[in-house]
């Protein structure tokens, strides 16, 4: 008799989903920005919400609830009901790395029903003009050469620039210390003048410095190289370091539940808007790369990017205050 009420209520379930998909969309869908206006996944949300608005035939309303480092907005996302009408921009800050720095009210496994990755964003390595290697393995070769020399500086205590220093030391097997700033402002100046030997830092951020001929690009972070700079290896490539893989993902997500039809239908209309010409030039300048997935290709994104800089915080005994 169980076994009879649970298949029932599967059925029950299974048509619901189903009838709620048929008629979806009709009214607007609101998209939760756990940051501020102007801040790159908000204006990620910004981009792709007009084009998916018109193809959808609803609109496409951002809704920012900044704060606790996007812990608010996730919240916010799982208050609403799981009907498809409340999605979020998702990102590796908030649900890749600060779930094992501090305790948040969500598992980022479960508590989600992925939609579709909208972009990544690549960080490079960086050094002074005048720094005597000129190449990943020099840089690897002279820092184990003199182990108490050399410094690398990031924009803050476990930020993905942070890790990103932690993973190179860890598989090229570097005695080197991190020196954490309270922004990237602070530490390319120091790095600028010497004080700092290298720094991982985002795309957008220090090409123009690369460009004027201030900063030097060793390798950059991710598989695959950098569309804004197409001439530097990657970590993997100049190191033999295959398994060096480091970028900043950003997704679209919403409540776990949320039936399969809908999602599938949202991860479509986004996959059309990044398309556009218009909307990938815009990409460019914010550093990022568009990128779009089914729900499982972004769902198995989300789980290894939470393995793999979990592993490196447990590793490298990393603790924010």
């Known amino acids: 008799m169980k076994v009879i009420f649970k298949f029932i209520a599967l059925l029950f379930l299974f048509f619901v989903g189903q009838a709620s998909a048929q008629g979806y969309p009709n009214r607007p869908i609101k998209i939760i920005v756990g940051f501020p206006p102007g801040q790159s996944v908000d204006v990620v949300a910004r981009l ?82 005048t720094f005597p290697a000129n190449s990943l393995r020099e840089m690897i070769a002279l820092v184990k050469a003199n182990p108490d020399k050399h410094n690398f500086a990031g924009s803050g205590n476990g930020t993905t620039q942070h890790l990103a220093g932690e993973l190179l030391k860890m598989q090229a097997g570097l005695d080197i210390k991190f020196i954490p700033y309270a922004g990237s402002t602070a530490a390319l100046t120091d790095l600028m003048a010497g004080r700092i030997s290298y720094a991982f830092e985002t795309i957008a951020t220090v090409l123009p410095l690369i460009q004027a001929g201030k900063l030097k690009a060793i390798a950059v972070s991710s598989l695959k190289r950098s569309s804004q700079l ?57 550093g990022m790369e568009p990128v779009s997935s089914s729900p499982a290709e972004l769902q198995r994104i989300m789980n290894e990017a939470y393995d793999r800089y979990g592993d490196v915080i447990k590793r490298a005994n990393i603790k924010i205050d």
Do not use: C
């Open 230 to 286: 197409p001439d530097t290896p990657t970590v993997a490539e100049a190191a033999d370091l295959p398994d060096f893989n480091v970028v900043a993902w950003v997704g679209l997500v919403a409540r776990a539940g949320t039936p399969p039809d809908i999602t599938t239908r949202l991860a479509a209309e986004a996959r059309k808007a990044l398309q556009s010409p218009e909307l990938r030039e815009r990409y460019q300048t914010l």
């Open 48 to 129: 792709i919400g007009p084009p998916m608005s018109q193809s959808l035939g609803q609109g496409v309303v951002v809704d920012n609830r900044p704060g606790a480092g996007g812990a608010i907005g996730v919240s916010a996302l799982l208050s609403a009901p799981a009907d498809g009408y409340t999605a979020m921009i998702a990102s590796s800050g908030p649900m890749s790395i600060n779930p094992h720095l501090s305790k948040v009210a969500f598992d980022p496994r479960t508590s989600f029903s992925p939609i579709t990755m909208l972009a990544s964003l690549q960080y490079v390595l960086v050094t002074q003009p």
